[in-house]
């Protein structure tokens, strides 16, 4: 495993610049759905690439997991999966102003995962002096079609039927609270160990300003 | 005349943000704390003029904190500092009598109004 | 499309269409591909209102996207997967795929001049080449997979799925105390109707009592063929009453069908065995020696006939 862990400082200063992106986001989000966006504070770690299934395992039964690609300047970039609880896809065409049936569940899901994903990621990085460009949101597995015995393992499969080309990868959870429509969704970034050297640097460098 | 002040903020960054910002009136006398709980036990037992606080935080956060002021009857003027800048979390500390609600990472120049307009400088 | 010669030359050979619309979505621009696809001029086009010139847009959902690209200042997408496509505009492989429109990838991107957006670009790719070997990878692999779970002959469950089913159901009856019953039937003397008739005739025989014996079946019951001339029902939550009641049914109206094979009118009968989950079974496969006991009687006892396994009496202490 390589040396990537990340110091107490660029931890801190990581987590504060993602709280900011979150705060940033959130304020976008409410005021464009128009509810309230509980946050809660992100959690940062490290995961090695054959404990992502089992660390994806943990994180409860989804229902749908929607991928999309982020990639900035000065070699920043990652993967964001989002992933859903069951029950919450009920009332998301409300929530994101449209009509039930203008639209699939699946599309409502990809939707939303690409606002939340696009939003925070570009406070992130009008932060760190960056500008992120996105790959198209691509709906992984949604258990909505299939039977629903399945469903639970489903992302770790996933995962695990992937040979990876990594080893370790920096995984920020963040979990959205939408109050009025009690609806639960996490964002996972997963940054690749080559991409987080390049992003510890760019911590360092405004850490020097301190 | 110089000031007594508290920062409190679970990110070692975000407080010296804050600190090095400060106009020396309030920069010689300033403590620290990391959560709510160590704030509170610092406000209730010293005279602290001057609170800029964070939201978002483990053990007990800001609101916490607010709340806390006000049933130990506290007299200290509260800043709000926080990434959470939603009008409805705005309004929340606003009412729980914070002065002010300043967006993370806070400027100079808006530290400066707002510190002018509550006559701390 | 701007000032820069590299821009403007590029724009017009991108195979990617651009569309330019403004914040009331009237049109501003587009580029070659887009015009070419359209059918029409830029010059007849400009300013003219994005639903009026594409009356196919659905309007509601297209003006809650786009105000989501201004409000939240980021790009969105849709994928042909959700939508085919929003524009009707032709395609380069109107001869080899059987795609009317053309299919659709679109970006949306913001356009801020002063840092205020002013435009919407989209961006439109043509993606029919990949959907249409996407849809016809989709339609294999559903293939496949029905290959794998139905028997060739009778187009009934194969012996793998039908087990893969009865463990599953077996569970469940376990897990929520429910009722769960197995028919297992074996046709009378096939063997020697096959010698008689040939294998052609046997072939007829099986695919005839598979579908009589579906067609008197439930929805939820799962019908396979277990072996050579063995078939095999689970009825979930049904007692030995409702079992054995279906069994005779099938029984009877097995030894009614007249099967014609060429100019030979063939009739043919079964024995049948049920059997019913109890508390001493462990496995499904319990359940399947239950049954086969039943059916060994059946046979024993002069074929044609439905017999139940056995009760095993249970002596409670006091």
Known sequence: MNNVNLNDDQQDCLQEIINVAMGQASDQLARYLDTFVYLKVPSIEQVSSQHLSDTLKSEAQSVAVVSQGFFGYEGIRGEALLMYQPKDSDRLADLLGYEPDELSVEEQIIDLSSILTTTFLNVFASQIDNQMSYSAPRLLFSSNADNNTSSQSSISEHIQHNAFNWEVALKVKISYQVTDYSFNCDMILLIPESAIINITSVIDRILEDY | MSLSVLICDDSNMARKQVLRILPESLSENVQLATNGVEALEILNNQAIDMLFLDLTMPVVDGIGVLQGIKEAGITVKVFVISADIQPEMQNKVLELGAKAFLRKPVQLDVLNSHLKEHGII | ?318
């Open chain 3, 1 to 318: 499309m701007s000032d820069n010669p590299f821009c403007t030359t590029i724009a017009e050979q991108l195979n990617t269409g651009i569309l330019i619309l403004d914040l009331e979505y009237n049109i501003v621009e587009w580029n070659r591909f887009f015009a070419i696809h359209v059918h029409k001029n830029l010059q007849d086009m400009v300013g003219e209102n994005v639903f009026t010139a594409f009356p196919e847009l659905p309007k509601k959902w297209f003006e809650r996207k786009l105000s989501s690209v201004i409000q939240l200042n980021t790009q969105s997408f849709c994928s042909w997967e959700q939508r085919h496509h929003l524009f009707e505009l032709s395609h380069t492989r109107p001869i080899t795929t059987d795609s009317h429109f053309m299919a659709q990838n679109c970006t949306f991107l913001p356009i801020a001049t002063n840092k205020i957006n002013t435009h919407i670009c989209i961006l439109i790719e043509d993606v029919t080449d990949v959907c249409h070997y996407q849809t016809k990878l989709n339609k294999t692999l559903e293939e496949l997979a029905k290959a794998n779970r139905i028997d060739g002959l009778t187009q009934v469950f194969n012996r793998k799925h039908w087990e893969e089913c009865l463990d599953k159901e077996f569970a469940r009856a376990r897990r929520y105390d429910h009722g769960l019953a197995l028919i297992m039937f074996d046709l009378d003397h096939f063997k020697l109707l096959n010698d008689t008739y040939g294998h052609q005739c046997g072939d007829q025989v099986l695919i005839e009592t598979a579908q009589e014996i579906s067609s008197l079946l439930r929805l939820c019951d799962q019908f396979g063929r277990y072996g050579g001339e063995e078939f095999a029902a689970i009825l979930p939550e049904t007692d030995l009453a409702g079992a054995l009641d279906v069994a005779e049914r099938i029984c009877r109206a097995i030894e009614k069908r007249v099967i014609k094979f060429q100019d030979k009118n063939i009739r043919i009968s079964t024995s049948v065995g049920v059997a019913t989950i109890n508390p001493e079974d462990k496995r499904y496969e319990d359940l399947i020696s239950n049954a086969d006991l039943a059916l060994y009687e059946a046979k024993e006892t002069g074929r044609n006939k439905v017999c139940a396994a056995k009760e095993i009496e249970l002596i409670l202490e006091d």
